[in-house]
């Protein structure tokens, strides 16, 4: 008995030594994977660069690059390009969407820096007047959502956005940053279902940089299984594991209901038809009073 200890104790040795190999390369490839999706200190350097430079203006602008009273706390970002955060803006619960994909160098390394000569906010120009800036809001508008009786309107709510210190004047600084904004399609989305009940809130914004409202519960079931055990697990225990944590029949009921409520406003809406092009589970959530939020 005495001659095998030392062969079990190798053993061991052997089986620790490869646990903690196969931990630390878990760890690595954790933190690289983390390096390379998440980038808020490389969205907050761009932003507050253009603003310090006064370039870009917004509501949050202050906040976030002199106050630091916005703050990014959790990544939820699942392309480095399109930076995504949980995080806190006075005393609230908010999520924080940046876009840095053509700030970055072409190699794409996580520390990489944003470039000089790329320009984010080039539109419009030095010279451009009130009225030529509508022009340009209405023709763009005209092209993503058709030509619509009701997109004046639209445009005199983007100008009432645009004048952030409400001057009843729009500056250049201001007018870049709704542009740039306006370009981002799930933005104009929201901004044009602002009157809906059952879409984020905007909140404010800082150049392309734009704050919502936190939705409470972000997948329509209360629990998210984790992508490695998706596969594992068969199709009767994912129904099963839906149906423990899913809300009570009558409060999925109401859900339910919002979800038609919501297509049928989309459908035949104020500012065009809209389509829901990806519906899964993820991208449906609702509030702690069981109204549908998308």
Known sequence: LQGRLPGIKVKYLLVVWLGIFVGSWVAYMHYSSYSELCRGHVCRMIICDQYKKGIISGSACKDLCEERGLLFQHCLSSSPSQQVYRGLWRDREV??????????????????VPRRDVVLFDKPTRGTSMDEFKEMLLNFLKSKLGDQP??????????????????????????????????????????????????????????????????????????????FLQSLLPSLAHQLIHQWFAPAWPRRAKIAIGLLEFVEEIFHGTYGSFYICESSLRNVGYNDKYDFKM
């Open 150 to 227: 009701s997109l004046p309107a639209l445009v005199s709510r983007i100008i009432t956005m645009a004048d952030v210190n409400r001057d009843k004047k729009v500056s250049l600084a201001e007018a870049k940053s709704i542009w740039a904004l306006l370009q981002l399609n799930e933005f104009l989305l929201m901004f044009s279902l602002h009157e809906k009940e059952h879409t984020a809130k905007l909140l404010g914004h800082c150049g392309d940089l734009y704050v919502t409202e936190k939705i409470p519960h972000t997948s329509l079931y209360g629990v998210d299984v984790p992508p």
């Open 95 to 112: 999520i924080i969407k940046c876009g840095i994909g053509e700030a970055l160098r072409a190699d794409s390394r996580p520390d990489s």
